[in-house]
């Protein structure tokens, strides 16, 4: 039954504007319009925006951006932050990378925060793009964003497809294949969705809907406005959508990590270069643990190859487990006293010699947060012992 149900959906144009109107009237009911939770969605005096009033283009660019493989719940803090330090577009422009970076310390994916940054310099003096291929020309935004971006600040005519946006069409569907392999296919679907007047609205009810109803388990159809037109709910088993290759196993590498304390007490960070994951943060030196080698000998080489010095290899500090999208980490930490070598960037930007209090200062990936707070304890358990 889900097969043929599947075929008789694959192309909704005809019921486009009736599955339109249900999803805006259960929308104007519970969708999520409260302005604690989507600042950026609202005028100035509180009122979600009529169909002709604009936004602040600037507060809703920088809440896609941030909404990139984020949910709102975590942006959100972020975002109220960010807006503070950075409340116009002369102001990000003219802040250095590195403040820009500390602003967006555990939001994760940090070369988005570094295309932002380029984005804004491009911008800065001029008017703000009202085309999609204008914004799709600026580092970082990708269709999606820019079609949200202009639909949320200026109400275009521009469909969007987030995560939720493909769960939705897919299970509405019951479409046989991975979203990402039809992009095309959904891209129509969800432009033939939007609502002339209310684009705007339409866009924010279709994530609504994936991010309250329709969510990746246990969706609450029986309270989704679609429920009758959606072939998913029809095939008894809605989770079977979207449709999903079989993942591959993740690679698992030991990292072995020096935190580096000189006489004076400082310690020793780096840099990462702009290239590459978390490019630009700054982190503990250290390396891939070869096999057959202890950590001891793993840290010290790394240190010696990566920093040009030697050093004494101490205690173990912690151990952190840190999985990314396409790979497991675990960081072996240990203490580590310098001996000899002036620190050199051989396979980063900078070096530095910090004191521990200062750590703060400076951007460090999620993982580094647990090595920080740990030598933290540990020098104030020593300081009081």
Not at 269 to 289: C, V
Not at 294 to 310: D, Q, S, V
Request: aromatic fraction near 8%; charged fraction near 20%; proline fraction near 8%.
């Amino acid at each position: 039954m889900g097969q043929r149900r599947s075929a008789e959906h694959r192309d909704f144009s005809p019921l486009a504007a009736e599955l339109s109107h249900s999803l805006l009237a259960w929308w104007e009911v519970h969708g999520r319009k409260d302005p604690a939770l989507k600042p950026w969605m609202f005028t100035k005096d509180g009122r979600w925006p009529e169909p002709h009033e604009h936004l602040n283009v600037l507060e809703c660019w920088i809440a896609e951006v941030m909404l990139q493989q984020t949910q709102l719940a975590v942006v959100l803090p972020f975002w109220t932050r960010w807006m503070t330090a950075f409340p116009t577009l002369e102001v990000l422009a003219a802040a250095s990378l590195d403040d820009v970076r500390l602003q967006w310390q555990g939001l994760g994916y940090y070369s988005r925060v570094r295309r932002l940054h380029e984005a804004a310099q491009i911008l800065v003096g001029g008017p703000w793009p009202r085309s999609l291929e204008e914004w799709m020309a600026l580092p970082g935004i990708g269709r999606t964003t820019a079609g949200s971006i202009l639909s949320s600040a200026f109400n275009a005519p521009l469909p969007i497809l987030d995560g939720n946006v493909k769960r939705v069409l897919a299970r509405l569907t019951a479409h046989p294949r991975p979203p990402a392999r039809d992009e095309g296919l959904f891209w129509s679907w969800s432009e033939a969705l939007l609502d002339p007047d209310r684009p705007r609205d339409t866009n924010q009810a279709l994530m609504d809907l994936g991010a309250t109803l329709c969510t990746p388990r246990q969706p609450s159809c029986n309270l989704c406005p679609w429920l009758w037109r959606c072939a998913a709910y029809a095939s008894g088993d809605p989770c079977r959508w979207p449709v999903t290759d079989a993942p591959k196993p993740l690679p698992f590498k030991v990292i072995g990590v020096g935190v580096v304390l000189n006489t004076a007490g400082e310690v020793l960070i780096d840099q990462r270069l702009e290239e590459g994951l978390l490019g630009g943060m700054w982190e503990f030196p250290g390396g891939k643990q070869e096999e057959g080698e202890t950590i001891e000998t793993c840290i010290a080489r790394e240190l010696k190859e990566e920093l040009g010095i030697a050093v004494t290899v101490g205690d173990e500090l912690i151990t952190v487990d840190h999985a990314y999208s396409h790979k497991k980490l675990r960081f072996v930490v240990h203490l580590c006293d310098w001996v000899s070598g002036e620190p050199q960037p051989l396979a980063s930007q900078q070096v530095r010699w910090v004191r521990p209090d200062d750590l703060n200062n400076f951007a460090f990936p999620a993982a580094n947060a647990k090595i920080i707070a740990a030598l933290l304890g540990r020098l104030s358990s020593s300081a009081h012992s």
